[in-house]
């Protein structure tokens, strides 16, 4: 079983920039491929960014350019990195891992209001 902690979140204005964490549990954090997902109220949870084990990476048109996907080995943790942020960045933001077996682990969220 892995567990998944989400930090970072908060209020931001518009054009602001925030940093998420998800720290992972476990000693094959290097083999899980690592997402970041998010819902904003009434909406379907979405794909945001993904980073492959071997370092592939994939945005979501409406995030890329304007945040990073990273994760850090040594630390077992993911980041993401979110610049020039907009209203419609509003959401509860998830962190996902998926292990070499297919099986898909989630974080409890963390909050990111961005707002004048």
């Known amino acids: 079983q892995v567990q998944l902690v989400e930090s970072g979140g908060g209020l931001v204005q518009p054009g602001g920039s925030l940093r998420l964490s998800c720290a992972a549990s476990g000693s094959s954090f290097n083999f899980y491929h690592m997402g970041w997902y998010r819902q904003a109220p009434g909406k379907q949870r979405e794909l945001v960014a993904t980073?492959?084990?071997?370092?592939?990476?994939n945005y979501a048109d409406s995030v890329r350019g304007r945040f990073t996907i990273s994760r850090d080995n040594a630390k077992n943790t993911a980041y993401l990195q979110m610049n020039s942020l907009k209203v419609e960045d509003t959401a509860v933001y998830y962190c996902?891992?998926?292990?070499?077996?297919?099986?898909?682990?989630w974080g409890q969220g963390t909050q990111v209001t961005v707002s004048s």
């Open positions: 996902n891992a998926q292990d070499v077996f297919l099986n898909n682990y």
């Open positions: 980073m492959s084990s071997g370092g592939e990476i």
